[in-house]
């Protein structure tokens, strides 16, 4: 089967928008079409998902990346940046899949992955 990954990488707002809004729109559509789709945040989108700043941007890019997880989407983000961060529990607890981003990276070209970045 074939596989998309969105790969969210930066924090400006239309990077986090647009980013976002593709993964849903891959998602309506991924089944019927036979593709595999994935998420995976690294850089400052990852740090956005920890962003309690209020901001009507990262709170609407929260709130894609809950309905993606919710909606059975696997999304990651990279370990090291979220222990970092402090903020490995809080991630997971939300369902993001934590790894390591150069396996995650390697895992992609393995399986033959078309990776679109935002």
Known sequence: ???????????????LTAGSHVAERVRQVAGDQGVDLE???FGPAQGALSDASG????SEYNRQIDDLVAAGV???ACLNAA??????????GRGINLQFARDAFVRFALEGATVVNF
């Open 74 to 76: 696997p999304v990651g």
């Open 83 to 92: 222990r970092a961060a402090g903020a490995e529990q809080a991630l997971q």
């Open 1 to 15: 089967m074939a596989k998309v990954v969105i790969h969210l990488f930066h924090g400006d707002e239309d990077s």
């Open 55 to 58: 901001d009507a941007t990262r």
């Open 39 to 41: 998420v995976f945040c």
